[in-house]
Nanobody, 121 residues
Framework: QVQLVESGGGLVQAGGSLRLSCVAS????????MGWYRQTPGKARELVAT???????NSADSVKGRFTISREQLNNTVTLQMNSLKAEDTAVYYC???????????????WGQGTQVTVSS
């Protein structure tokens, strides 16, 4: 059993900041990759930023220089610091984790339920 608990979403004015956190719990051996995706109505879910267990980061061009992703592997936690927010950043943000389970030793992907981020202009 794996659960991803997201927090930090809310309403912020353009130019402001928010910090999203995601904590994975369960019988997890390791998290291979963890990060955030976002989705708006009528649009496909898209990458925001992810980070691997080795610290390699993949992020969308639209957030480079504004968003920073970091991890705390011992706590199975990933944090997305979002600065200089724009109205176009408004979306439901979903945590994603690719992890290895104790029960099988195999890798699986899990999604959080999503947290709303609304940026007003």
């Amino acid at each position: 059993q794996v659960q991803l608990v997201e927090s930090g979403g809310g309403l912020v004015q353009a130019g402001g900041s928010l910090r999203l956190s995601c904590v994975a719990s369960g019988s997890i051996i390791s998290i291979n990759r963890m990060g955030w995706y976002r989705q708006t109505p009528g649009k496909a879910r898209e990458l925001v930023a992810t980070i691997t267990s080795g610290g390699l980061i993949n992020s969308a061009d639209s957030v480079k220089g504004r968003f920073t992703i970091s991890r705390e592997q011992l706590n199975n936690t990933v944090t997305l610091q979002m600065n200089s927010l724009k109205a176009e950043d408004t979306a439901v943000y979903y945590c994603n984790a690719q992890l290895t389970l104790v029960s099988t030793g195999r890798q699986y992907a899990y999604w959080g339920q999503g947290t709303q981020v609304t940026v007003s202009s």
